[in-house]
């Protein structure tokens, strides 16, 4: 557990480190601001062993700080003029003998879609870390089914409100759904699925000489990207302790730019997991060799662009795939960054539904 501890406070500091030098680089005429909120909702029982142990309300607090960027980059003005910044956040899942607590800090992105002088309606995008107190232990805490490692990923899709209250003070409701699991790198691993409201107020130190520059656009390109993406993957399939297998992925990818900063497209992708033998023999599937166990399957693609760094989302039906479990969509989100001109990093979450499958790490490589 001391391991965990001083892992997760190593990724912490590192991701609060690189959330402040994201803010440093830029105009120092930014609106800036800090904001506390609270939260309160809802863990689903989306598996039906959860029912006994999610019966209470989510409550959380949380203390963020950012900035509004300025525009001195071309995605900026293509987006609105986001806000950016980090959240540290503390969850009561509602039972603490059990679930306990959590600790987290997330990275965010928020994106403005609509608004007046006195209100705004954005779209809120937030991939972070926890610590989670209570976790999986046969003899200790068997019930918890939900999490088995203290170091987990969590997820926050939200659509945010912003009243304005002053030129100093706004009023801020939110509408979340979160998302908290190991991706079955170690099992027990349901994961926890919850949708909150969340209420606070944001204090804005806004600079007299502030000016939101407009970089001019380029033109949206007419050139389609065609990338070959490849990666691996560790995942667990059953109780905690047991073994560990690999899963490998290709995926050929053909992107058309939809507006500057926007591309969409679609991709082919071959998924071979390792622990599909084990399946098939629990289930009676018939297969002549391993290679018949593979996955294929097509998907939507649709990648924004933020200077280096770009999120992608897929939303894909498996065309092939001879042990289903009924699984037929597959959905992956993840982070690329531009390493080099045609090549990037990739780090992915590739889920069935609302069920976590696996972290990717892979590499793209651009072909044209």
């Not at 997760?8 to 030098?21: G, H, R």
């Not at 759904?177 to 949708?195: C, D, E, R, W």
């Not at 507006?259 to 599937?285: C, K, P, R, W």
Request: charged letters at 15%; aromatic letters at 10%; hydrophobic letters at 35%.
């Amino acid at each position: 557990m001391n391991k965990a501890k001083n892992l997760f406070l190593s990724l912490l500091i590192t991701l609060i480190l690189s959330t402040l030098k994201l803010s440093a680089n830029s105009d120092s005429t930014q609106l800036q601001f800090v904001q506390l909120s609270g939260e309160m909702g809802k863990i689903w029982a989306h598996d039906t062993r959860l029912a006994p142990i999610v019966s209470k309300p989510l409550k959380g607090l949380s203390f963020s700080f950012g900035e509004r960027v300025s525009g001195y980059k071309n995605w900026h003005s293509a987006y609105k003029f986001p806000l950016v910044g980090g959240e540290i956040s503390v969850y009561d899942f509602g039972n603490s003998s059990i679930l306990g607590y959590s600790v987290g800090f997330n990275p965010f992105i928020i994106f403005p879609i609509a608004g007046t002088s006195k209100y705004t309606l954005g779209l809120k995008v937030s991939p972070g870390l926890n610590y989670v107190s209570k976790v999986y232990n046969l003899t200790k805490n068997p019930t918890n089914i939900a999490i088995s490692t203290h170091i987990n990923a969590q997820i926050l899709l939200g659509v945010e409100n912003t009243f304005r209250i002053s030129n100093h003070i706004d009023f801020i409701v939110g509408l979340n759904m979160i998302h908290v699991s190991n991706a079955t790198f170690q099992k027990p691993n349901t994961g926890l699925n919850s949708t909150s409201v969340s209420a606070g107020l944001r204090f804005k130190k806004q600079s007299s000489k502030q000016k939101y520059s407009s970089v001019s656009l380029s033109k949206t390109s007419s050139k389609r990207s065609l990338n070959l993406h490849v990666g691996s993957a560790i995942k667990e399939i059953r109780e905690s302790g047991g073994r560990k297998y690999e899963v490998y992925y290709l995926s050929t990818e053909l992107l058309y730019p939809l507006t500057s900063y926007t591309n969409v497209g679609g991709s082919i992708d071959a998924f071979y997991d390792g622990s599909s033998h084990q399946i098939a023999s629990e289930l009676g599937v018939n297969y002549n060799n391993r290679v018949e166990l593979g996955k294929i399957g097509a998907a939507t693609c649709i990648e924004l662009k933020l200077d280096r760094l770009s999120v992608i989302g897929h939303l894909g039906v498996y065309a092939y795939n001879r042990i289903r479990e009924g699984n037929y969509l597959y959905q992956r989100i993840g982070l690329r960054y531009k390493l080099a001109q045609h090549l990037s990093a990739n780090l992915g979450l590739k889920t069935h539904l609302n069920v976590a499958d696996h972290f990717e790490l892979g590499i793209v490589f651009r072909l044209n």
